[in-house]
C-alpha cells in the first residue's frame, strides 16, 4: 500500500483543476504523456517551481508541465535569443524560455504583479539564468508603446509568448507585430479558452471564462485573417496559437 508520502507525491504529479484538461479525450490521456515524457525528463528547477506554484491560491494560472517542455523545445530549435514575456506569474514558462536560450540570451518579462514572480525568483536565480530576464512590473500595453516608439526594437525579437490578459490580446498584437522579427514568432496562449470557445450559448461557464471567452474568439478570427503571419494553432496546454511574422 502507497504511504502518506507517496500519496502526497502522486497527487503533486497529477495535473489539477487546470483549463487544459478538457482538450484531450481524457485525464488518462493526459496523465500519460506528463508521467511518460514530460516529468522524467523536466530539469530540477522547473520541478522545484512547478510545486511551489501548486502551492498558490491562484495555481490554476501557471503554465502545465507538457507546455514548458513544448516551450523549451520549440525556442531551442528557432534558436531564439531575443525574447518577450507578457504574463509571468512565478516564472515556470519563463524559467523555461530562460533555460533554452544561450547565456547572453534576453528576456524582457513584464508582469504587473512582481510578488509572484518573487515567489519563483530565488528558483530561477539558483538555475544560473537569472541574468537573462529584465523584469518589468506595470501594465504591458504601456512598456509595449515605449518600444514601439523606438525605432531600434523593430523587428527585433525572435519569440514573443503573451500569456496575460486575453481582452488585451489584439491590442498586443497591433503592437507586437512590428517588434518581431520576419521570420520570428509570437505565441498567443490560451486560444482555446478551457474549451469554451465551441460552448453552446448557454452552457454553464465559470464567470471568468464567460468573460473572456469572446475576447478569445474576436483574436482567433483577426489572427486566421492576418496576411502578415502564418499561423498554427496547437492543442498543447489550453491551446497556443503560434504566429511566424512573414512581413
Ligand atoms: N506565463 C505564466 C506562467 O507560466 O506561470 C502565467 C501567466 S498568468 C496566466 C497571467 C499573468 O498576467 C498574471 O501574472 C497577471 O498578473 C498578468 N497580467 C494581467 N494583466 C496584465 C497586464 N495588463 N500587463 C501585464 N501583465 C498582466
Ligand atoms: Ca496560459
Known amino acids: 500500500m502507497?504511504?502518506?508520502?507517496?500519496?502526497?507525491?502522486?497527487?503533486?504529479?497529477?495535473?489539477?483543476?487546470?483549463?487544459?484538461?478538457?482538450?484531450?479525450?481524457?485525464?488518462?490521456?493526459?496523465?500519460?504523456?506528463?508521467?511518460?515524457?514530460?516529468?522524467?525528463?523536466?530539469?530540477?528547477?522547473?520541478?522545484?517551481?512547478?510545486?511551489?506554484?501548486?502551492?498558490?491560491p491562484w495555481n490554476i494560472m501557471t503554465t502545465s508541465a507538457d507546455e514548458g517542455q513544448f516551450l523549451n523545445m520549440l525556442l531551442k530549435l528557432i534558436n531564439a535569443k531575443n525574447t518577450m514575456?507578457?504574463?509571468?506569474?512565478?516564472?515556470?514558462?519563463?524559467?523555461?524560455?530562460?533555460?533554452?536560450?544561450p547565456d547572453d540570451g534576453?528576456?524582457?518579462?513584464?508582469?504587473?504583479?512582481?510578488?509572484?514572480?518573487?515567489?519563483?525568483?530565488?528558483?530561477?536565480?539558483?538555475?544560473?539564468?537569472?541574468?537573462?530576464?529584465?523584469f518589468r512590473e506595470g501594465p504591458a500595453l504601456q512598456l509595449l508603446?515605449?518600444?514601439?516608439e523606438d525605432e531600434k526594437n523593430h523587428g527585433s525579437y525572435d519569440f514573443i509568448f503573451v500569456d496575460a490578459d486575453k481582452d488585451n490580446y489584439i491590442n498586443y498584437h497591433k503592437r507586437l507585430i512590428d517588434l518581431v522579427k520576419v521570420g520570428g514568432l509570437i505565441g498567443y496562449d490560451n486560444t482555446l479558452w478551457n474549451g469554451s470557445v465551441v460552448a453552446p450559448p448557454d452552457a454553464p461557464l465559470r464567470k471568468y471564462v464567460r468573460y473572456y471567452r469572446d475576447f478569445v474568439l474576436e483574436l482567433n478570427k483577426a489572427l486566421a485573417a492576418d496576411p502578415r503571419i502564418e499561423i498554427c494553432?496547437?492543442?498543447?496546454?489550453?491551446?497556443?496559437?503560434?504566429?511566424?511574422?512573414?512581413k
Open 85 to 101: 514575456e507578457i504574463g509571468v506569474f512565478t516564472g515556470y514558462s519563463l524559467l523555461a524560455t530562460a533555460l533554452a536560450i
Open 145 to 148: 508603446d515605449q518600444l514601439v
Open 233 to 246: 494553432m496547437l492543442p498543447v496546454g489550453d491551446g497556443i496559437t503560434l504566429c511566424r511574422r512573414i
Open 2 to 56: 502507497a504511504t502518506n508520502g507517496a500519496d502526497q507525491q502522486n497527487q503533486a504529479g497529477r495535473h489539477q483543476e487546470v483549463g487544459h484538461k478538457s482538450l484531450l479525450q481524457s485525464d488518462a490521456l493526459y496523465q500519460y504523456i506528463l508521467e511518460t515524457s514530460v516529468y522524467p525528463r523536466e530539469p530540477e528547477s522547473m520541478k522545484e517551481l512547478r510545486e511551489v506554484t501548486a502551492k498558490h
Open 106 to 134: 534576453k528576456i524582457l518579462a513584464m508582469d504587473i504583479n512582481r510578488e509572484n514572480y518573487d515567489l519563483g525568483r530565488p528558483i530561477i536565480e539558483k538555475a544560473g539564468v537569472a541574468h537573462k530576464i529584465d
